[in-house]
């Protein structure tokens, strides 16, 4: 869910990867069904005794942020929907995964307005980058090591919140994950910041 923001910034260059604009790819589809799939989860994670349901769906849609991004790498068919698609569904489902744990109050309101803060600060590089300069800012490997400790942590801090077998541990080890995945989160916002401005400063090619 986390890693769409730093795709939004990233710049697509890996070597053999073409752009289509076609609709109907295998990559897009995927995104299509996470999207479609996002109310599922707001009921499950809204609901009484169908928390745990909802975490696994929501781990499972998690999950496919991957999978589309993997399979347009392979099939050579990362498409400019798919670009502007992707990020919006996972920030869509982020968006209401965090409102439902804080309702629930099984998640802070602040550590939720961290997350949210700082993809918010990340957009507006990506879009300032994108309309000034028509480029992108390439995604740091640290980004990457934010991403996944955030993807482990949320969803495991939600499981101990909601009470569910082993909640003690999945607290803590959730919260461990949190807040390293939360510090690189704004190490590596800081140094796509920087980014930004070298790029601003730099001669248009």
Request: charged fraction near 15%; include cysteine; glycine fraction near 10%.
């Amino acid at each position: 869910m986390f890693e769409s923001i730093d795709k939004l910034v990233s710049a697509s260059k890996g070597e053999g990867i073409t752009r289509t604009n076609r609709i109907l790819t295998w990559p897009n589809a995927i995104t299509i069904s996470r999207l479609l799939l996002i109310p599922a989860v707001v009921v499950l994670l809204s609901g009484d005794g169908t928390e745990g349901w909802g975490l696994a769906l929501l781990v499972v849609v998690m999950a496919s942020d991957w999978l589309d991004g993997f399979v347009a790498r392979k099939t050579h068919s990362v498409s400019e929907l798919g670009r502007i698609l992707d990020p919006l569904s996972d920030r869509i489902l982020i968006g209401a995964a965090l409102i439902v744990f804080v309702v629930q109050d099984v998640f802070p309101l602040w550590s939720a307005a961290l997350i949210i803060g700082r993809d918010l600060v990340l957009l507006i590089v990506g879009a300032i980058a994108l309309s000034l300069r028509g480029q992108t800012i390439e995604v740091r490997w640290l980004g990457k090591v934010a991403t996944f400790d955030l993807m482990v942590g949320v969803p495991l801090v939600a499981w101990g919140g909601f009470g569910l077998p082993l909640a003690a541990a999945t607290l803590a080890i959730g919260w461990t994950c949190f807040a390293m995945g939360a510090t690189l989160y704004y190490v590596t916002a800081v140094q796509y910041i920087r980014d930004l401005s070298t790029m601003l400063g730099s001669p248009r090619n």
